[in-house]
């Protein structure tokens, strides 16, 4: 399979503990982005990278937000100290970039849903 | 600001019926993206078609076509003879020049009954 996968798919936790996702883009893609959806909307951008650099962030994520992408493959999305408001879908994405205005579509993974009990 | 509208909460239609999905976008840029996204029940999100906003030709794929208004700010998706396998919600996103985030709609839910 050469799509995007994200892991875990499904995560509970209790309010004030900390979680962790990943995402693992298409091999190739030097774009990856981190988007939230909540039930009956549409993805929200949080953040996104090229290659290693974080270059754009979500006014979204707070600071208890934090995403990495250390070698410019896969990443990791930790939220610190859960609250309930976090239940939702992570979803990630990535794209193939050529050039500052390319714009290639994103391709997105199958989303790690987080309940916050 | 970027704003992407999708007036249709929920479409119902019976199977082989045509359907059309309604689109309209703000923004203030010359040169923009928009997409069309299909997210299944199970959930993952599938691209289906991006369109820049200087080629307003109309573009049609299979039983699939997006009619690309600039003068009414619109991008509408009509599928025709619809089938059960088309159930799901579909997205419009609207991308901007430059940056690489998109700005989606809330969705229209289609139920294609047999």
């Known amino acids: 399979d050469t799509g995007v996968s994200q892991d875990p798919r499904h995560k509970i936790t209790k309010r004030g503990q900390n979680v962790t996702f990943r995402c693992d883009p298409i091999s190739e893609h030097n774009r990856l982005y981190w988007y939230r959806q909540t039930l009956g909307q549409g993805p929200e951008f949080l953040t996104y990278?090229?290659?290693?650099?974080?270059?754009?962030k979500s006014r979204l994520l707070s600071d208890r937000f934090s995403a990495e992408r250390p070698k410019g493959s896969f990443s990791t999305l930790e939220i610190q100290r859960t609250e309930q408001g976090d239940s939702a879908m992570y979803l990630c994405?990535?794209?193939?970039?050529?050039?500052?205005?390319?714009?290639?579509?994103?391709?997105f993974g199958p989303g790690t849903r987080l309940t916050v009990l | 600001a970027q704003k992407v509208t999708q007036a249709q909460t929920e479409i119902s239609v019976v199977e082989k019926e045509d359907v059309t999905l309604d689109c309209v976008y703000e923004t203030r840029d010359t040169t923009y993206y928009l997409f069309w996204y299909k997210q299944p029940p199970s959930g993952e999100l599938v691209f289906l078609i991006r369109?820049?906003?200087?080629?307003?030709q109309n573009e049609i794929s299979g039983r699939y076509s997006w009619n690309f208004q600039k003068s009414t700010s619109s991008f509408n998706f009509t599928i025709t003879a619809s089938q059960v396998v088309d159930s799901a919600v579909y997205f419009c996103?609207?991308?901007?020049?430059?940056?690489?985030?998109?700005?989606f709609g809330k969705g229209t839910m289609l139920l294609v009954s047999p």
């Open positions: 994405a990535s794209s193939l970039s050529s050039g500052s205005h390319s714009y290639n579509e994103q391709f």
């Open positions: 996103a609207l991308g901007h020049s430059g940056y690489s985030t998109l700005t």
């Open positions: 990278f090229q290659n290693e650099a974080q270059l754009e």
């Open positions: 369109r820049n906003s200087f080629d307003e």
